[in-house]
């Protein structure tokens, strides 16, 4: 008798995490069933996929949604209705900037809470690491958060205060014993501030001042103080958003130590330059800052050397209000992109430079997957979920106002033309995006890590 499956997807190009492979995906309920050649059975819905490529729905692990308490800037909602047309079916919520920040158990329950009602895909959330709240990492680690973010730096937000030396290791301490990971911005404040005064004593507060402002040296020095701290206590370390490659010269030299440290970037850091940003305006503000072409260089050259471990969006949007009219030193200091990164990763990883598809998989999902140990997401394999994100690789497409799903219609790319465009997001075998059209609202679980004591 022929298998009966909820749904097939039929003769795509599949990302396996062995490689690309022309084969039939056959769904039952929310997991993956069968994977291959021509197989046999009907189902409740069949996909033609022929001439289209299917990635793993991308796992996005740093994004800012805002939600509760700055639902003017973003909203779970708007934002992984963007999420979920750029061919992502997973995230994790940073602790701020929402109001309150995620430092305690209640605030991390509000936000599921809000999940649970209005996410369009699966969700997971970072806690917050401050010197206000050593004594609630517990809570947190019991109530299913991600693992933990701080700030070796000022933050941008007031309430989220950044950590000091002794914060820093006090914390990674309690986060070993967790079985959790701890994501770091890394910057270094005393050099941050200095730098900035020199150039406010001289007027100056245009882009070039941001720049020097946020000099190379202010994250490779934190970079490197980060690590020693992990090195120390043995906690497994992310360091946030990298945007030098001699940072990622440093963390693999800390990995060939034993040291557990992985890199995360951003897709705007292999994108953009820092002559396109000042071209471009405040929509490019982010921090650490996009840095010059011939270092974008060298992070296409790591990425393809093995040195970056995943790529996420680092969405992080505001009140538009907080970004016209003020200086570029004075704006907010946050890029919209969680729609793009895959769709960016093919235009400038896959047909500028042609970087493997397999390889772009694994950043936008498997790895970021495994490096929070999260199971049964991340790729297309048997009995894991039904994720998918199914892309036309030749579609090209021009970024409108009128076509982006964030809450305001502001994005660094915006006017960007990209090659490669997302047909349809399937999340644990429902489509939950097609052709641009989201299906809104309460579809998405809370995702939970596995917990990893040594």
């Known amino acids: 008798m022929a298998a009966q499956y909820s749904l097939l997807l ?3 190009r599949v990302l396996l995490p062995e490689g690309e492979k022309v084969v039939d995906i056959a769904v039952e309920g929310e997991k993956i069933a069968a994977i291959g050649e021509e197989l046999t059975g009907t189902a409740a819905r069949e996909i033609d996929a022929k001439g289209k490529v299917i990635f793993p729905g991308t796992f996005d692990a740093h994004v800012h949604f805002n939600d509760p308490g700055r639902r003017e800037w973003e909203t779970i909602a708007t934002g992984t209705a963007a999420l979920a047309a750029g061919g992502g079916t997973a995230f994790v919520d940073m602790p701020l900037n929402s109001n309150p920040c995620t430092l305690h158990a209640k605030e991390l329950n509000d936000k599921i809470a809000i999940a649970e009602k209005d996410s369009v895909t699966d969700f997971a959330f970072w806690g917050g ?5 050593l004594d609630s990492l517990e809570e947190l680690a019991e109530g299913g958060c991600m693992g933990f973010k701080s700030f070796a730096c000022y933050s941008g937000i007031p309430e989220f205060e950044g950590i000091d030396d002794y914060t820093a290791l006090k914390g990674m301490e309690k986060i070993k014993k967790l079985g959790l990971p701890l994501m770091v911005h890394c910057e270094s404040p005393l050099l941050v501030q200095k730098l900035g005064e020199e150039m406010q004593a001289e007027g100056k507060e245009d882009v070039w001042a941001y720049f020097h402002a946020h000099a190379r040296i202010t994250e490779l020095e934190s970079v490197q103080r980060m690590i020693s701290i992990a090195e120390e206590t043995g906690v497994q370390l992310i360091i946030a958003h990298v945007s030098l490659a001699e940072s990622l010269d440093i963390i693999r030299a800390a990995k060939l130590r034993g040291v557990d440290v992985t890199a995360e970037t951003i897709g705007q850091y292999l994108i ?4 396109e940003v000042a071209a471009i305006g405040t929509a490019a503000k982010c921090s650490p800052p996009v840095r010059d072409a011939a270092n974008q260089l060298q992070m296409w050259a790591r990425l393809m050397k093995g040195d970056i471990d995943f790529v996420d969006s680092d969405h992080s949007p505001s009140d538009p209000s907080l970004k016209e009219g003020v200086s570029f030193v004075k704006a907010w200091g946050g890029i919209a992109s969680v729609e793009h990164t895959l769709t960016g990763l093919l235009t400038h990883g896959y047909h500028a430079r042609r970087i493997p598809l397999s390889l ?10 495994r490096t929070l140990h999260v199971p049964n997401k991340g790729k297309i394999a048997v009995g894991y979920d039904a994720d998918f994100a199914i892309v036309d690789l030749d579609e090209t497409w021009t970024l409108t106002k009128e076509s982006i799903h964030y809450l305001h219609p502001v994005s660094p790319y915006m ?5 490669g465009q997302v047909k349809e997001t399937i999340l644990r075998g429902e489509s939950i995006q097609q052709n641009g059209k989201v ?13 990893v004591v040594k």
């Open 272 to 275: 953009l330059t820092d002559e």
């Open 439 to 451: 299906a809104m609202g309460g579809r998405g679980k809370l995702v939970r890590p596995e917990r």
């Open 415 to 419: 006017g960007t033309t990209f090659k």
């Open 129 to 133: 690491l401050t010197p206000q709240n």
């Open 360 to 369: 772009i998989a694994k950043l936008t999902s498997e790895n970021a997957a």
């Open 10 to 12: 039929r003769g795509g």
